[in-house]
């Protein structure tokens, strides 16, 4: 999970340009993450003790769509912050 934030509030074409956006990034994370459908892949089980739950699973397709998304963001938004649940966070 990705999340780009502005830092003022947006105006409505600015609001399109962004669902816009979240298509392309759904795009590029489905690339990422499609090659491995169905088939075997390693799960790795990461610990964060600040969650809720502590263990969450990991995949190589996880951390690729996340890095897909990522390198998109910061192309488009070089100044948006990025909360990424795999990659840690950049400009908060």
Excluded at 33 to 41: A, D, E, G, S, V
Excluded at 43 to 50: F, H, Q, T, Y
Excluded at 58 to 66: L, Q
Excluded at 72 to 87: F, N, Q
Aim: contains cysteine.
């Amino acid at each position: 999970r990705i999340v780009a934030m502005a830092a003022t509030m947006p105006d409505s074409a600015f609001l399109h340009e962004l669902c816009d956006f979240a298509e392309e990034l759904a795009k590029a994370a489905a690339a990422e993450i499609l090659p491995f459908w169905r088939k075997p892949i390693v799960v790795e089980s990461k610990i964060d003790s600040e969650r809720p739950v502590e263990e969450s699973p990991v995949t190589i397709a996880d951390r690729n769509a996340e890095k897909a998304m990522r390198a998109l963001i910061e192309a488009r938004y070089p100044t948006h912050g990025v909360i990424g649940e795999e990659l840690g966070s950049v400009q908060e």
